[in-house]
């Protein structure tokens, strides 16, 4: 069966620009997260939402991140006013149960700021 | 901040089996130990969780010590594709990831 999908797999931002990463999660699956990986290191969680509704975004950044899931099943991470310091491959999972049941992870999608 | 220690990087011969440790001295009652490994250039991949009991799957073992407060995932015949980083993590509420162990196999 279909697994996440993430789009578009690669993009390049000049400094400033605003971005939208989309997230389509697994057919049925409740919960959603969005995690950022830094080269070379594990993913960071940033936020998680069961159904439409965002429990916990923690773990995003700054205001410039914001992410939002509006019926429930895509997604969509946009950072706006994009710095050099976003430079990341950003993860998108989904799980069928709450946040600690084995989460799909989508392939990222590697974000340059230049 | 993850909660768990692992090495950051192990060496394994192909068709060996491999112990990977990890320590979560910290660990609750309530939390599980969950195993995901991340292939190269891929999204990270659930492998197996536990509570109190050794639990097996097609995957791997995970070995739990009686006090809890380390694990052990164990690969039983190490091959080329089994080559990631390796991440253990203490999950109640929610799962943080470390830096995980990057496995070497070598032919």
């Known amino acids: 069966g279909a697994g996440v999908s993430q789009s578009p797999r690669y993009k390049v931002a000049k400094r400033g620009q605003d971005v939208a990463l989309r997230c389509d999660p697994i057919?049925?699956?409740?919960?959603l997260f969005w995690y950022q990986q830094a080269l070379g290191q594990g993913p960071e969680f940033l936020t998680y939402f069961q159904n439409e509704a965002q429990l916990d975004k923690s773990g995003l950044p700054s205001d410039r991140f914001f992410a939002e899931r509006p019926e429930g099943s895509v997604s969509t991470l946009k950072i706006q006013r994009t710095q050099q310091e976003d430079s990341a491959v950003y993860l998108c999972a989904s799980s069928l149960g709450p946040r600690i049941y084995e989460q799909y992870f989508g392939p990222g999608t590697r974000l340059t700021v230049t | 901040d993850a909660k768990t220690t692992q090495p950051n990087s192990m060496e394994s011969n192909e068709e060996e089996p491999v112990h990977l440790p990890c320590n979560h001295s910290?660990?609750?009652?309530?939390?599980?130990i969950h195993w995901y490994r991340q292939l190269p250039s891929q999204g990270p991949e659930y492998v197996i969780h536990?509570?109190?009991s050794n639990v097996n799957n097609r995957m791997a073992s995970l070995a739990i010590a009686e006090d809890r407060k380390s694990s052990t995932l164990i690969l039983h015949r190490a091959t080329l594709r089994d080559a990631a980083v390796y991440y253990c993590i203490e999950a109640n509420n929610d799962m943080r990831f470390g830096a995980g162990t990057r496995l070497t196999v070598k032919p």
């Open positions: 057919s049925g699956h409740v919960s």
């Open positions: 910290t660990i609750s009652g309530t939390d599980y």
């Open positions: 536990g509570l109190t």
